[in-house]
């Protein structure tokens, strides 16, 4: 079974500042891959960034990058040049290879923009 | 709109009634994907469906709690005799085939609310 863990409960940042947004998993799997979810007040779930397990290189979409130390399984998210509408709860979440689209979602960060 | 659609998107019902919970997937996909977001957590996988056929229902409860992919129509979740821990939202996602990568597409959530 996979676990995942978010530390973090809520956290803030003025705008126009970087955030990091920290995520643990554990599994046995080696074929998975990592997620994070970003949930507005709307409630909907939108994929922020994907990463797979065998590439080293950190993921990057946009102002979004994450940092992946796969001996450490850790996989944090940051978010450069806060915008207020990133303001949201982020979710963390694995999937692996076996589990069909059983993702494994961690507790969420609730991220908070000053303006 | 080609994006997953669920309806309705809040629902309220007295202790004991019956609840039904309606997914259309994208355009194409024949997968579905139900998942619960109980007040301040993350998601938790209940089942997967194809068309006519449950693939794994490892994540939903045991009593009162059934869901079906018909032929024709949309995914439905039924939960029976609601109790006020039911009371939480419910997602559905879709992917076009039996993902290799996790990536699922979420639609909106239904808020379910028990009085």
């Known amino acids: 079974a996979q676990t995942v863990t978010q530390s973090q409960p809520e956290m803030s940042v003025q705008e126009a500042e970087t955030v990091t947004l920290s995520c643990t998993y554990d599994t046995s799997e080696s074929d998975y891959y990592l997620f994070w979810y970003k949930q507005p007040p709307s409630r909907q779930m939108i994929l922020v960034i994907r990463?797979?397990?065998?590439?080293?290189q950190n993921a990057t979409e946009n102002r979004f990058s994450v940092n992946f130390q796969k001996a450490a399984k850790s996989f944090s998210l940051k978010i450069s040049d806060s915008q207020l509408g990133d303001a949201a709860m982020y979710f963390c979440?694995?999937?692996?290879?076996?589990?069909?689209?059983?993702?494994?979602f961690g507790q969420g960060t609730i991220l908070t923009v000053h303006p | 709109n080609a994006g997953v659609m669920q309806n309705p998107r809040h629902l309220v019902r007295r202790r004991g009634q019956e609840a039904r919970l309606r997914c259309s997937p994208m355009k194409g996909h024949s997968h579905v994907y139900w998942y619960r977001q109980l007040p301040e957590e993350g998601l938790k996988f209940m089942v997967y469906?194809?068309?006519?056929?449950?693939?794994?229902e490892s994540g939903m409860p045991k009593e009162r709690f059934s869901a079906e992919f018909p032929k024709e129509g949309p995914s439905i979740l039924r939960i029976q005799q609601v109790v006020r821990g039911d009371s939480a939202a419910y997602f559905c996602?879709?992917?076009?085939?039996?993902?290799?990568?996790?990536?699922?597409?979420f639609g909106e959530g239904s808020r379910l609310t028990v009085l």
């Open positions: 469906l194809q068309k006519e056929n449950i693939i794994d």
């Open positions: 996602a879709s992917s076009r085939g039996t993902t290799n990568t996790g990536e699922l597409f």
């Open positions: 979440a694995i999937w692996v290879g076996t589990s069909y689209g059983k993702l494994t």
């Open positions: 990463q797979e397990a065998y590439k080293q």
